[in-house]
């Protein structure tokens, strides 16, 4: 998503099959707020700063955005939907190999079980999902390193029907 209005298309995922829409809030950009009524779920880096310079998590849900939850870089990924808020753990990874692309891992798996499963009471789970396939991918080299491991994959593929 972009910033400004130059990216209002979203109507297209409200119409009859209501396509999820997930926001990769990497960071704070100037024109948020004209988007996040038409986001489902705001998933928010560690270093995410709200607009205002209070929690992100309410920023997001007061700019309109249905469900907001923010990562803890190693730690708990917060989730907030209205006053409620809940912590998603994140799995300890046996080892680390590499952390790069770990976020995109995160958004990735994210955004594949909101396709599988859009109903927003399944958040928590969805993001449970999320995480161990984060943490699989710091345990091999490379973002999708984990994709080549066939236990890995298998896990992935059973967590993701488990949701459904």
């Known amino acids: 998503?972009?910033?400004?209005?130059?990216?209002?298309?979203?109507?297209?995922?409200?119409?009859?099959?209501?396509?999820?829409?997930?926001?990769d809030g990497g960071s704070y950009k100037d024109g948020m707020e004209s988007y996040l009524p038409d986001v489902d779920l705001a998933l928010l880096s560690a270093d995410f700063?709200?607009?205002?310079?209070?929690?992100?998590?309410?920023w997001c849900l007061g700019a309109g955005a249905r469900v907001a939850a923010a990562s803890g870089a190693a730690g708990p990924l917060?989730?907030?939907?209205?006053?409620?808020?809940?912590?998603?753990?994140?799995?300890?990874?046996?080892?680390?190999i590499d952390t790069l692309g770990a976020g995109d891992v995160l958004h990735g798996a994210t955004l594949a079980a909101l396709a599988s499963v859009p109903d927003p009471s399944m958040y928590a789970g969805i993001l449970t999902f999320a995480a161990e396939v984060a943490t699989a991918s710091v345990e091999?080299?490379?973002?999708?390193?984990?994709?080549?491991?066939?236990?890995?994959?298998?896990?992935?593929?059973?967590?993701?029907?488990?949701?459904?």
């Open 49 to 58: 700063r709200a607009g205002d310079g209070g929690d992100p998590l309410a």
């Open 1 to 23: 998503m972009g910033t400004g209005g130059r990216y209002r298309q979203l109507p297209l995922a409200r119409g009859e099959r209501h396509l999820p829409v997930l926001l």
């Open 78 to 96: 917060r989730l907030r939907s209205g006053a409620t808020e809940s912590v998603v753990a994140i799995p300890v990874a046996r080892r680390v």
């Open 140 to 164: 091999h080299a490379g973002a999708l390193g984990w994709s080549a491991d066939p236990a890995a994959r298998d896990r992935a593929r059973r967590a993701l029907a488990a949701l459904g």
